[in-house]
Antibody, heavy 115, light 107 residues
Framework: EVQLVESGGGLVQPGRSLRLSCAASGFTFNDYAMHWVRQTPGKGLEWVSGISWNSGTIGYGDSVKGRFTISRDNAKNSLYLQMNSLRAEDTALYYC????????WGKGTTVTVSS | EIVLTQSPATLSLSPGERATLSCRAS??????LAWYQQKSGQAPRLLIY???NRATDIPARFSGSGSGTDFTLTISGLEPEDFAVYYC?????????FGGGTKVEIK
């Protein structure tokens, strides 16, 4: 079964850092691009970042550029999102998703930025 | 960045009726457009990719059309499980962007 499981969310103070992880299973991880997408309760979807299969192409949404860093470890079938200088507006449910069209999604991990 | 505008924001229909959802891009995305369905408390589910191709296990009542800047998702006869929020998404240019969503609700 193809599965994505996010972890690492939690409550963090503004200005601090957090690292999210996404564990992939059931498919050949290093064949696919991966993405992070977030959603605020009751609101729409916002693309956060994406990375190609070999990390050769990386992109970020304007709201996180310069603060967040995406990476992957194909040997560990894992995707990461390093989030620095967190702001209240980064509070959201963070999903990881598989492939250039997001055909598989995890259940998400919640990040709350608050003092 | 490419802005995707979905209309209407809310569509009130009865089961069995036809739903027509629109997505307009601020510049051409060729056919690099997808549609997702999201139900409350769940992750989005890919319905359509490359504007008109149904994803795995998606029923034939869902169809997509369009290219360039204007796209349509059609649900030919609404089933009870189809009442949800629908998003379009483009991957033509990064940053990837999503539309604001259309909520299909029971009339």
């Amino acid at each position: 079964e193809v599965q994505l499981v996010e972890s690492g969310g939690g409550l963090v103070q503004p200005g601090r850092s957090l690292r999210l992880s996404c564990a992939a299973s059931g498919f050949t991880f290093n064949d696919y691009a991966m993405h992070w997408v977030r959603q605020t309760p009751g609101k729409g979807l916002e693309w956060v970042s994406g990375i190609s299969w070999n990390s050769g192409t990386i992109g970020y949404g304007d709201s996180v550029k310069g603060r967040f860093t995406i990476s992957r470890d194909n040997a560990k079938n894992s995707l990461y999102l390093q989030m620095n200088s967190l702001r209240a507006e980064d509070t959201a449910l963070y999903y990881c998703a598989k492939d250039k069209y997001m055909e598989v999604w995890g259940k998400g991990t919640t990040v709350t930025v608050s003092s | 960045e490419i802005v995707l505008t979905q209309s209407p924001a809310t569509l009130s229909l009865s089961p069995g009726e036809r739903a027509t959802l629109s997505c307009r891009a601020s510049q051409s995305v060729s056919s690099y457009l997808a549609w997702y369905q999201q139900k409350s408390g769940q992750a989005p589910r890919l319905l359509i990719y490359d504007a008109s191709n149904r994803a795995t296990d998606i029923p034939a009542r869902f169809s997509g059309s369009g290219s360039g800047t204007d796209f349509t998702l059609t649900i030919s006869g609404l089933e009870p499980e189809d009442f949800a929020v629908y998003y379009c998404q483009q991957r033509s240019n990064w940053p990837v962007t999503f539309g604001g969503g259309t909520k299909v609700e029971i009339k």
